[in-house]
């Protein structure tokens, strides 16, 4: 599909998150804000009363001497997290998101870490809580609604100490934890200056409006769908309703009559891949095909039938759904290309937490799909030291980058310098701007001629055959210097089981395995091609964004 450059979109200036909040109930008072599930059923919140109840939030636990304080917030994507987030984060102090499905230890590693006082918590997390060592504990279940009539009295009888607070957008008001794929997490310091100029740019170049309602499907204490699917929403004037799980992403678009959603790379892969599947055991795969080709000779007349000419795929995705963001890992392009011939705007962006989160994105009118996109407005970005083919270190400089780690100067100073952040991220530029990434700087495997090999692009081919589910590629030093490539593979169950058999024995699926990677390595140099293959039965250990820990896999490999 051709696709013609746009300027870009006009979006609200704003100095701040109580600046954008407060412009957004002015702009969008009784409209729903949120959709939250009462006896089953999703039944709207106003930005009224969401503006409201942050107000009372925060005149509450001021008044309980949390001004200035440190407050964690753990639990599911629901509106009491997004009320305690903006409460802390306008004017009372310092807001601490922290990974619910994390196991205990690490939790209290993390409050410890962060020097949190005080923890609003959802009910299933509870007994993770119970030995954190901070002043104040409240449950969002029974402790929430108490808060805020506590705050709504306050407020009624003249108490301004929330609401008068003005906001330094250069001070530090939200402590992140990296997700630690390579490393240990460590606390990313950012300010309100840092997630405005993010929301900004970010929807300055893909349109967002009143208009969307938007399904929240990714853990939201995580950078991406804090500030994509939260923080932006808000912004824009959309209404953002919380699924279910992902077993009930289906049903939740339909119900909520969702337009958008985020996802990683593996969910949108997922739903794609689902459509064909269901083509191909109908018997309908040859009309889809057909049907595809129509769309694409028309679309090259200016005529949109998509909609129409793919109905049923529309219907069984809710019927409303008009665009699907990825990011947190790269998404394979013939699955963003193969969604938009369905009708479906699907876009990839890059960012890190560092970057509060947004460095590059895909416009809606102007993409690549094998690229993460172009930078954002306000950001620059570099390639450090490249090579002969122009591969080096992704460096980013912009209003949206960090202000350092918390407690760690030295980690601070090996990635940012003379205001640039290093990104850790090899990748290259092309000639119209668009950011290509390649792989980490921590993974890259090193041969013994100086060559590079990035397992990311070596996993991105070995995870489009049916047969694999995910893969790990990584490099085994040998006595020589030099070193060989091998990869750790968890199977398709299903797919070995339709085309072994239901009883087909280990040696039938690594030979099978092992003819995937073969069909991989024909089409590599010789340098990156694979040959040590594991078949592995158990899941990677992962992020709750679903990216691969490997340094704990690494760790694991080298203790047995």
């Known amino acids: 599909m051709k696709v013609i450059e746009k300027p870009l979109y006009e979006v609200a200036k704003i100095r701040d998150l109580k600046d954008m909040l407060t412009q957004s109930v002015e702009k ?4 729903a804000a949120f959709l939250s599930k009462v006896d089953g059923k999703y039944e709207p919140i106003s930005y009224n009363q969401f503006g409201a109840d942050v107000q009372a939030m925060g005149t509450a636990l001021m008044h309980r001497g949390f001004g200035g304080k440190k407050i964690a917030v753990i639990g599911e994507n629901r509106y009491e997290w997004d009320v305690t987030y903006m409460a802390v984060v306008n004017g009372v102090g310092v807001i601490v998101p922290i990974d619910k499905e994390l196991p205990e230890k690490e939790i209290l590693q993390l409050v410890a870490t962060a020097g949190v006082d005080a923890i609003m918590y959802a009910p299933k997390n509870e007994k993770v809580v119970q030995n954190a060592p901070v002043s104040a504990k409240f449950n969002m279940e029974t402790d929430f609604v108490p808060l805020l009539e506590e705050g709504r009295k306050l407020l009624e009888e ?14 530090m008001r939200i402590l992140l934890f990296t997700s630690g794929t390579t490393s240990n997490a460590k606390a990313v ?6 997630i405005a100029e993010n929301l900004m740019g970010m929807c300055a170049m893909t349109f967002i409006g009143p208009e969307d309602v938007f399904l929240s499907v990714l853990p939201i204490h995580h950078t991406y769908e804090c500030t994509c699917g939260f923080l932006c929403q808000i912004y824009r004037g959309t209404t953002v309703a919380y699924s279910d799980g992902l077993r009930y992403i289906t049903k939740n678009l339909a119900e909520c009559k969702a337009t958008m959603m985020l996802g990683v790379p593996l969910l949108l892969e997922t739903m794609y891949n689902k459509v064909w599947k269901q083509a ?9 095909r057909m049907g595809i080709k129509i769309s694409r000779m028309l679309l090259k007349l200016g005529i949109d039938k998509r909609r129409e000419l793919f109905k049923e795929i529309h219907n069984n995705l809710g019927g409303n759904l008009r665009m699907l963001i990825a990011g947190a890992a790269a998404i394979d392009p013939k699955v963003a290309e193969g969604l938009r011939d369905f009708g479906i705007e699907a876009i990839q962006g890059y960012g890190l937490t560092e970057c509060a989160p947004i460095a590059a994105l895909n416009r809606d009118c102007n993409y690549r799909d094998a690229a993460a996109g172009l930078p954002l407005p306000g950001v620059e970005i570099k390639i450090d030291n490249p090579d002969e083919n122009g591969i080096g270190e992704i460096v980013i400089h912009g209003k949206n980058v960090m202000m350092g780690y918390y407690n760690n100067p030295q980690a601070t100073a090996e990635v940012l310098k003379d205001g640039w952040f290093y990104s850790g991220d090899y990748g290259y530029i092309d000639k119209d701007g668009f950011v290509y990434i390649t792989g980490r700087k921590k993974n890259v495997i090193v041969t013994k001629n100086g060559k590079n090999i990035f397992p990311e692009e070596i996993e991105a081919y070995l995870n489009r055959a049916p047969i694999v589910a995910e893969s790990m590629v990584y490099g085994i030093d040998l006595p020589d210097g030099d070193a060989q490539i091998a990869v750790q593979i968890l199977p398709d169950l299903e797919e070995a089981k339709a085309v072994l058999g239901e009883n087909y ?56």
């Not at 969008?28 to 409209?31: A, D, H, M």
């Not at 003249?158 to 001070?171: A, F, H, Q, T, V």
């Not at 310091?189 to 840092?194: D, G, I, K, T, V």
């Open 505 to 560: 024995t280990d040696e039938q699926l690594q030979k099978a395995v092992e003819e995937a990677v073969k069909e991989v390595n024909d089409s590599l140099q010789g340098y990156k091609r694979v040959s040590k293959v594991i078949v592995r039965k158990e899941d990677f250990e992962k992020t709750t964004t679903k990216k691969i820990k490997r340094h704990v896999e690494m760790a694991k490999m080298k203790n047995e």
């Open 158 to 171: 003249g108490d301004r100490s929330y609401l008068d607070i003005e906001i330094d957008p250069e001070e």
């Open 189 to 194: 310091m950012l300010n309100h200056r840092n």
């Open 280 to 288: 191909e055991k109908s018997g309908r795969a040859k009309k889809l």
């Open 28 to 31: 969008f008072g009784p409209k």
